[in-house]
């Protein structure tokens, strides 16, 4: 009976190791780029490793490991997402558009047009090119980090993972009312922090 | 004057992120057609949001290759996590399964 443990244990380091391995950087950059937090990204792989040894005969070698693995990750990511997302209703942070006002005018003819100093100008990149920067990586994950939590993850599971509106209302209970307002606020504010941060001081 | 009761660009950046989920009813998206058509800024607003969107998407193809897109694994971490996988009671499972 030791022996059988001792055999047992053995094997169970062996997988671990070679998940970690073979598959720890794809599944901890996966849950990173979603969650923006290194401690919380770990949490979540550690938690797909657990859950993908003791689910490990489910596995149908149908699909590649990794594909099986990341399927795992998404549901512990999504879960999180769901368990962060209690209110239905937008709360005052999240409500909050007036941090937007002074992109525009605020009276005048011209009240409600682009103010001089936010209207866009032409971004000459293109998205290709401009991921070869880390500097420009690093921008992204921080402008949706300033966003509130929700509001992040809104975009995140509409524009990373391609979940439509109302699957996404049904992931953080929200309406869908507040789906627009929230997707509105993310791309307002990302492509006005990318532009600020990226845009226009490299003047590429 | 037609412009005072035309929306602003103000309110087009909210029809613009909506056309970008096709949510737009025809009588919007005329108001947004006739609007692009004389403002170039929400034209670029428009394009930059997709500018977004693709990045996105790029970030999402070179993630799945294991191309540097976002942070790796420290090795810290990756040795944190060995170890937790270590100590899990799990065994059993593994008596009754030897696949891979």
């Known amino acids: 009976m030791e022996q059988l443990e001792t055999i047992t244990n053995k094997e169970t380091v062996f997988d671990a190791a070679v998940w970690v391995d073979a598959h720890g950087d794809f599944l901890y950059s996966f849950a990173f780029s979603r969650v923006r937090d290194q401690w919380l990204a770990e949490d979540l792989v550690q938690d797909t490793l657990l859950a993908a040894m003791q689910a490990k005969n489910a596995f149908e070698s149908k699909s ?141 | 004057m037609v412009w005072r009761v035309l929306p602003g660009c103000r309110d087009i950046t909210a029809l613009v992120s909506r056309s970008m989920e096709n949510d737009l009813s025809w009588r919007e998206k005329l108001v947004l057609k006739t609007h692009l058509y004389t403002c170039i800024a929400c034209r670029r607003y428009l394009s930059q949001l997709k500018f977004m969107s693709e990045v996105i998407a790029k970030r999402e193809e070179k993630l799945e290759k294991g191309e540097t897109a976002a942070p790796r694994l420290s090795a810290d971490a990756a040795e944190r996590l060995k170890n937790a996988l270590k100590s899990s009671k799990t065994l059993i499972v593994f008596v009754l399964v030897s696949c891979f």
């Open chain 1, 64 to 204: 590649s490991e990794r594909t099986w693995l990341c399927g795992i990750l998404k549901h512990k990511i999504i879960d999180h997402f769901r368990k962060s997302s209690r209110e239905v209703e937008l709360t005052d942070e999240e409500a909050d558009m007036t941090s937007y006002d002074y992109l525009f005018r605020e009276e005048g003819v011209w009240k409600g047009h682009w103010s001089a100093e936010a209207r866009p100008a032409e971004w000459n990149d293109n998205p290709e090119k401009v991921l070869e920067h880390a500097e420009f990586r690093g921008i992204l994950t921080h402008c949706l980090g300033e966003l509130p939590e929700r509001v992040a993850n809104c975009f995140t599971l509409r524009e990373m993972d391609g979940f439509d509106a109302a699957e996404i209302c049904g992931i953080l209970g929200i309406s869908s009312n507040n789906f627009w307002v929230m997707m509105h606020r993310a791309r307002l504010h990302l492509r006005r922090c990318i532009d600020f941060n990226w845009f226009r001081k490299t003047e590429k």
